[in-house]
């Protein structure tokens, strides 16, 4: 089942789209947070508070024990928070060392199969491959979504595969198809699965047709 979570750091597209009530998760990074211009901290609260699912917050140090370090800060802020480490081996360790103490650890910056299968082997609770970006310079993002799907089945991995780097609802469509079990969607995304011109020329015919017909007072 594909979950959908929100790509941003943005609260009133969280609560908007929360209060619609399709949304599972988050997902934050630090160039999100940097266009909010807020505080980390208290942006992910304020998201754990509206979002009833996994938020990811994003490390930033390069050495596993700095990593930890602040995947523990960042855990003890609110029950929902899981923690986003680099797909580097500083990374993996660290993602041991967080799931060894309960933590739940989402593996980023994934683009290419063999570093899913290590996240998983780290003991992962999520791995995100970038679709769009490896879609940027000429590369078969989706693809990554199929070949991990194969390896997650082949050995019974229960890593969650999300797909991030969302660009557009084709995206979606084909990731859910690929057995990707979430994906991460910016706000415009999210808004566009929901459109098509046909719906909107319906309900325009159907109001117009409902204007016509007799009504007793
Ligand atoms: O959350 C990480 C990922 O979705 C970033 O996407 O658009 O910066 O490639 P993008």
Same mark, same amino acid.
């Given at each position: 089942?594909?979950?959908?979570?929100?790509? #941003?750091? %943005?609260?009133?597209?969280?609560?908007?789209?929360?209060?619609?009530?399709?949304?599972?998760?988050?997902?934050?990074?630090?160039?999100?947070?940097?266009?909010?211009?807020?505080?980390? %901290?208290?942006?992910?609260?304020?998201?754990?508070?509206?979002? %009833?699912?996994?938020?990811?917050?994003?490390?930033?140090?390069?050495?596993?024990?700095?990593?930890?370090?602040?995947?523990?800060?960042?855990?003890?802020?609110?029950?929902?928070?899981?923690?986003?480490?680099?797909?580097?081996?500083?990374?993996?360790?660290?993602?041991?060392?967080?799931?060894?103490?309960?933590?739940?650890?989402?593996? #980023?910056?994934?683009?290419?199969? %063999?570093?899913?299968?290590?996240?998983?082997?780290?003991?992962?609770?999520?791995?995100?491959?970038?679709?769009?970006?490896?879609?940027?310079?000429?590369?078969?993002?989706?693809?990554?979504?199929?070949?991990?799907?194969?390896?997650y089945d082949n050995y019974g991995f229960g890593t969650q595969i999300l797909a991030a780097s969302i660009r557009h609802p084709i995206h979606v469509l084909e990731s859910a198809k690929a057995g990707a079990n979430i994906a991460t969607l910016p706000f415009k995304v999210w808004e566009q699965?929901?459109?098509?011109?046909?719906?909107?020329?319906?309900?325009?015919?159907?109001?117009?047709?409902?204007?016509?017909?007799?009504?007793?007072?």
């Amino acid at each position: 089942m594909v979950k959908i979570f929100l790509d #941003t750091a %943005n609260v009133s597209e969280v609560k908007y789209a929360a209060d619609i009530g399709l949304i599972e998760g988050c997902t934050t990074n630090p160039t999100l947070i940097m266009k909010e211009g807020r505080d980390y %901290n208290e942006t992910l609260v304020e998201i754990c508070n509206i979002v %009833n699912g996994p938020v990811s917050a994003e490390t930033v140090a390069l050495d596993a024990e700095g990593m930890v370090r602040e995947g523990e800060a960042f855990a003890k802020l609110h029950k929902n928070i899981i923690i986003k480490v680099p797909m580097t081996q500083q990374g993996m360790k660290a993602c041991r060392l967080l799931t060894a103490k309960g933590i739940r650890v989402n593996v #980023t910056l994934c683009f290419q199969a %063999n570093q899913a299968l290590l996240a998983a082997k780290a003991g992962a609770f999520i791995i995100s491959p970038f679709i769009g970006r490896l879609d940027d310079i000429s590369q078969d993002g989706m693809q990554l979504i199929r070949d991990i799907r194969q390896i997650y089945d082949n050995y019974g991995f229960g890593t969650q595969i999300l797909a991030a780097s969302i660009r557009h609802p084709i995206h979606v469509l084909e990731s859910a198809k690929a057995g990707a079990n979430i994906a991460t969607l910016p706000f415009k995304v999210w808004e566009q699965l929901f459109q098509h011109p046909l719906t909107d020329k319906g309900i325009k015919q159907f109001l117009d047709d409902w204007e016509k017909v007799p009504k007793k007072k």
